[in-house]
């Protein structure tokens, strides 16, 4: 007869999808999944679905919520489970402090260049950092090519670097930023 469900909810297509695309930049906030995966066509945002929506895969043990200071919106992170279950074959971030406001920054700033270029697609450091250990490469020391904070691949197929600066840099620094690039193909 009629009464309260008993079984958990279903995975989606679209909460694989979402925890694919948390994956491949590691951190995230609730308002950032739901730019991204509760837009209306009326141009406003679904933040309770996606709040909900975002409970819901908490509480099956995908995700991850931060509280990283007092007054900061929670960050969301994939939990081993999460990261079994995306496609992005990356590990969960790791939990580091003093690096939210640049990866929260990253995100925004690497969605934006892609709304603004239409037909393209973005690369995440966490991805390069992947591919580049597979080709046996790994982390960028000394005379390695520079990892930048994102690429956008434009639909020309031109690959544009990105980084992303929260803190002024000396002219020298800025130098041998260049000069790593220009070394690199």
Do not use: C
């Not at 043990?61 to 489970?81: D, K, T």
């Amino acid at each position: 007869g009629p009464g309260p469900a008993t079984s958990q909810p279903e995975v989606t297509a679209r909460d694989v999808e979402m925890l694919t695309w948390m994956g491949r930049y590691g951190i995230v906030t609730a308002a950032q999944v739901a730019n991204r995966f509760f837009s209306r066509e009326d141009g406003g945002i679904g933040s309770r679905a996606a709040r909900n929506r975002l409970t819901t895969l908490e509480s099956l043990g995908f995700i991850r919520r931060n509280i990283p200071f007092a007054r900061h919106p929670g960050v969301l992170r994939l939990s081993p489970a999460g990261a079994d279950l995306a496609d992005a074959h990356i590990a969960p971030a790791g939990w580091v402090p003093a690096e939210i406001e640049h990866s929260l920054s990253v995100v925004d700033l690497m969605e934006t260049l892609a709304t603004e270029h239409p037909g393209s697609a973005v690369r995440t450091e966490r991805e390069i950092r992947v591919d580049r250990g597979a080709m046996g490469r790994g982390r960028s020391f000394g005379n390695e090519r520079r990892i930048p904070d994102g690429e956008l691949v434009l639909k020309s197929g031109k690959v544009v670097a990105v980084e992303l600066d929260l803190t002024p840099k000396r002219s020298p620094d800025v130098a041998r930023i260049v000069r790593s690039y220009l070394r690199s193909d």
